[in-house]
């Protein structure tokens, strides 16, 4: 059936010359005080200033949605109005129907102004002494709709809002002028897609879900005409909050009004109106707290997603217009995240077990070459319902404060504003890249006492963890037992502020004042403390610095994303400084220290594993040496602790991944894991590689050059 009236098919309606008529005389009309005023003349020309191409191209605010990894399970949603565009070929006619015969049900005669309409108007009006009727037809409604969905600022959103003649008068005009350019169907189309229907539903397919649970090309008539009912007054005729009579009322007002145009027997609508509105309520899900419960874990993970958004230009100047691009753009997000790995990242950290512990467990996994996230997982749950959770362990804190477990939101591991934690010795991987950068070799040799008096650093006198570690040294076998006073030795000969720019390149960031004051170029030469792990991370970051030197020295930014698509299906894009465009999802690398010394770099990295070098010696013994046993490959990494073992580290790579795990107390820093604790990185790492790998091929590193050896 014909979605316009019975009464009207086939006829021609001849052009009222509305252009002029309505755009003025009905302003002289239906408002004379407008007109006496000459509101209604500025008006006119104020309509006539505006873009008209505004209206006939602006798509309302439209909902992002998370993935998952294969591009189909949908994981949650962004948006401030929940919305999918939907074609008018999508919809059920009766929603078509049911709006005209609630809304306006000349639209199908008038060309944008309705001058029965506003006659109607004029009369009630002059009765009530103002503005009780407005004569809007859904022209003039999308008309308000899109100046509100493209305003730019909250001025503009009010000026398309307010009840004004002025207001109204630009509605009408634009209204005439857009009628000349759309037709029927395609103004249909976008008004269904505009419409409020209450409940944060903006758009017939929202509605649809949220009241029906069904697609609005499945809406029955009863169902269309509750929705058509709403949009005079969501509130007023809601069916889900209230007791339904006012609902019911409004819904038979509409079904009748449906007969009344022919779109529906008599005997229909008796058989409706008996009908009681049964609704089937959905909550679309919104944001990271309300992930599928299958994949709660991967909050973490979605969270980073919007930290990292937040911080992209493509997407706006800054954070606040990039949050709303992603809650109103419509794009389509695909997470990075391996299932595999995360599957095994989430074993191998208690992530489901040991959310109870005041220590955080976490581990990250990235990609080398394209520094894709593949595994994000903490023992915790990523939860906004912090009702169970204990007082927080900080003996500062106040006692209002809760802990961050079981339940937290905080970016534990990295991507957000949180500091991170001490690394210890993981950092020794930064002086060594500098130092083998700046032309040093690998068998560079130092005798290293226990205990080490700097001169450079003012008197400092560091020493190492055990009194084995005391002998002649080279980077095979310092890096191998963490030998402390070897690499403040060797940070001696680059330079602190050459290992500081070093970590730099490599993706680090100082977040406290602290930090950001020893890292200043009038400081950093001093930082003599840098190589031993004293500055804050995360495990985001370690992680990725690693699989830089993995990827023989080729750096890319943390991504979390596989791909970013625009509402129409196009990839999302950014230009470039230099005027190149580029897809936003796609890896963004450069070279940050060459590949022969990210290849001595990791051969030194094999020697704490318990692996074998390709060139030199590790000196007997290491520091985790059951890694290269567990993960059954090439493996390397480092270790790291920090005084009296406040926290532990050990952050792993092979060819394929890179792994960063840490074990502390994000509420107390001071509250010491213990030595007994220190294993557990090393173990969430190595399981972790092993899990994720396993049933691939196995990859060797590739040797460094001789020139470089030594």
């Not at 059936?1 to 755009?23: D, E, F, K, Q, T």
């Not at 049900?105 to 002494?129: E, L, T």
């Amino acid at each position: 059936m014909s979605n316009r009236p019975l009464a009207a098919a086939g006829r021609s309606v001849p052009l009222l010359r509305a252009g002029l008529i309505a755009g003025l005389v009905v302003a002289a009309l239906a408002y004379p005080l407008a007109a006496v005023t000459g509101i209604g003349a500025k008006a006119t020309a104020h309509a006539m200033e505006q873009k008209t191409d505004i209206l006939r191209t602006a798509m309302p605010a439209e909902t992002s949605y998370l993935y998952a990894p294969d591009g189909k399970t949908i994981l949650t949603m962004f948006y401030e109005e929940y919305r999918q565009y939907t074609k008018l070929s999508d919809m059920s006619p009766h929603i078509q129907q049911a709006i005209v015969a609630a809304e306006d049900n000349r639209f199908y005669q008038h060309h944008g102004v309705d001058p029965k309409g506003v006659a109607r108007a004029f009369v009630a009006n002059a009765r009530s002494s103002g503005v009780s009727q407005g004569a809007s037809t859904l022209t003039m409604q999308y008309v308000r709709m899109a100046l509100r969905d493209s305003a730019k600022t909250p001025k503009e959103v009010q000026e398309a809002t307010q009840q004004t003649s002025l207001r109204k008068v630009k509605e009408m005009r634009m209204a005439l002028d857009i009628e000349k350019e759309l037709t029927k169907e395609q103004i249909m189309e976008r008004y269904l897609n505009s419409a409020y229907f209450g409940h944060r539903a903006y758009g017939i397919y929202a509605a649809a879900q949220i009241f029906f649970s069904k697609t609005p090309a499945t809406l029955t008539p009863v169902e269309a005409a509750t929705l058509a009912g709403l949009v005079k007054s969501p509130s007023a005729y809601d069916p889900i909050s209230s007791d339904q009579k006012e609902a019911t009322g409004r819904r038979n007002y509409v079904l009748d009004r449906m007969a009344q145009l022919g779109y529906l027997s008599p005997d229909a609508v008796a058989a409706a109106r008996a009908e009681p509105i049964r609704t089937r309520v959905t909550d679309p899900a919104n944001d990271c707290a309300s992930i599928d419960k299958r994949y709660q874990s991967w909050g973490f993970a979605c969270d980073y997603v919007k930290n990292w958004w937040s911080a992209q230009p493509a997407f706006g100047e800054n954070r606040l217009e990039r949050m709303d691009k992603l809650r109103r753009g419509g794009y389509r997000i695909v997470l990075s995240l391996d299932p595999k790995v995360q599957a095994a990242a989430e074993k191998n950290v208690g992530a489901k077990e040991n959310v109870g512990s005041p220590f955080a467990n976490g581990i990250v996994v990235a990609e080398p070459g394209t520094g894709r996230v593949k595994a994000m997982a903490v023992n915790r749950n990523y939860s906004l319902d912090l009702s169970e959770n204990g007082p927080s362990s900080n003996p500062e804190a106040s006692p209002n404060i809760k802990a961050n477990y079981p339940n937290t939101v905080a970016p534990l591991l990295g991507g957000g504003s949180l500091p991170g934690y001490q690394a210890g010795s993981t950092f020794k991987m930064f002086p060594m890249l500098a130092a083998l950068d700046a032309g040093m070799t690998l068998s560079t040799a130092f005798d290293s006492p226990h205990r080490y008096h700097s001169q450079v650093y003012d008197g400092w006198s560091p020493s190492n963890a055990s009194g084995a570690m005391t002998g002649r040294q080279t980077m095979w076998s310092g890096f191998g037992k963490s030998v402390n006073t070897y690499f403040v030795w060797l940070e001696e000969q680059v330079g602190a502020d050459r290992a500081v720019r070093m970590a730099e390149q490599l993706g680090l960031r100082w977040r406290t004042d602290v930090d950001r004051e020893h890292a200043s170029p009038a400081k950093a030469k001093k930082w003599g403390a840098f190589t031993l792990g004293v500055s804050d991370a995360t495990p985001l970051e370690m992680a990725n610095a690693y699989a830089t030197v993995a990827a023989d020295g080729r750096y890319c930014e943390a991504i979390p994303v596989n791909s970013i698509t625009n509402r129409d299906g196009t990839p999302a894009t950014y230009r470039t400084a230099s005027g190149i465009e580029r897809e936003i999802a796609k890896p963004r690398c450069r070279q940050v220290v060459s590949a022969d010394a990210a290849r001595a770099a990791t051969d030194a990295a094999r020697c704490p594993t318990g692996d074998t070098p390709a060139k030199g010696s590790c000196g007997g013994w290491s520091t985790a040496d059951s890694v290269r046993g567990t993960v059954g490959r090439p493996v390397a990494g480092k270790t790291g602790t920090t005084d009296s073992t406040r926290s532990a580290w050990f952050v792993g790579y092979t060819p394929e991944l890179a792994a960063a795990s840490f074990i502390s107390d994000p509420d107390n820093p001071f509250n010491a894991v213990g030595d007994g604790q220190s294993q557990i990185p090393i173990q969430a790492v190595a399981n972790t590689l092993k899990e994720a790998l396993k049933g691939k091929p196995v990859r060797q590193f590739t040797p460094p050059s001789d020139a470089i050896v030594g």
